[in-house]
């Protein structure tokens, strides 16, 4: 028997697939398909532990060596410049990065200061630097859509999967920054203790991701 190794799946968008790929990867998810309440689960089959996160909180966890891998979508990983590697993009919870206003409203053609909202400061402040514009990022955690409808913003930083959210709140996309998926992170102490372990665990997730 090796060690136990710990890992957080990040909660709601990524999750479904998650598991369905571990499933495929032969790993006993049992008690994360019948999960109830619980935030905390047992392989059936390898000495594994899991437990369910929300994405802004998986890095922290590996980071903090509390989990030794994670699954997280590369737009937390973008937002977090943490301590960690990350070694394997899973190809699934598919979405990009977009600029978006409501319709008419040139945001590049805009003299002077503009106001974007977006849960992703980060990326929002790159992203706009890096086209030289003078923008106040306004921070905002829930329906950021709201934000340009409401006026508190000229135009919003987001994730987008479909786009339906965006055309029934009357906004359009007016540029995509990157594609972004989710990835596996690894605690970097954890990568040299629990090695054998770890690597098993990749190399079985890799095979049905190719």
């Known amino acids: 028997m090796g060690d136990l190794i710990s890992i957080a799946l990040t909660k709601g ?13 032969g790993f ?3 008690e994360l398909k019948d999960k109830g309440r619980k935030l905390v689960f047992n392989d059936t089959k390898e000495d594994i532990r899991y437990f369910l996160v929300k994405a802004n909180d998986t890095v ?15 737009d937390t990983l973008l937002e977090k410049e943490e301590n960690y590697y990350e070694v394997l993009d899973l190809g699934m919870g598919k979405c990009k990065f977009i600029v978006a206003t409501l ?22 402040k790159s992203y706009f630097e890096g086209k030289g514009m003078d923008v106040e990022i306004i921070k905002i955690e829930g329906s ?13 930083v987001d994730i987008m999967e479909t786009g339906t959210t965006l055309k029934e709140n009357g906004l ?27 690597n098993s665990f990749i190399d079985k997730i890799r095979e049905v991701c190719n």
Not at 14 to 19: F, L, N, P, S
């Open 144 to 156: 950021v859509e709201l934000a340009p409808i409401l006026g508190i913003s000229e135009g919003i």
């Open 103 to 124: 319709p008419g409203t040139n945001i590049f053609n805009k003299i002077g200061h503009i106001k974007i909202g977006t849960k992703y400061p980060a990326v929002a």
């Open 60 to 74: 922290t966890y590996v980071e903090h060596g509390v989990a030794d891998i994670a699954i997280v979508g590369k």
């Open 172 to 198: 359009v996309v007016v540029d995509e920054i990157c594609d972004i998926s989710s990835r596996v992170i690894v605690n970097k102490s954890s990568f040299k203790l629990k090695r054998n372990e770890i």
């Open 13 to 25: 968008r990524i999750e479904k697939g998650a598991i369905k790929l571990l499933e495929q990867a």
């Open 28 to 30: 006993g998810v049992e």
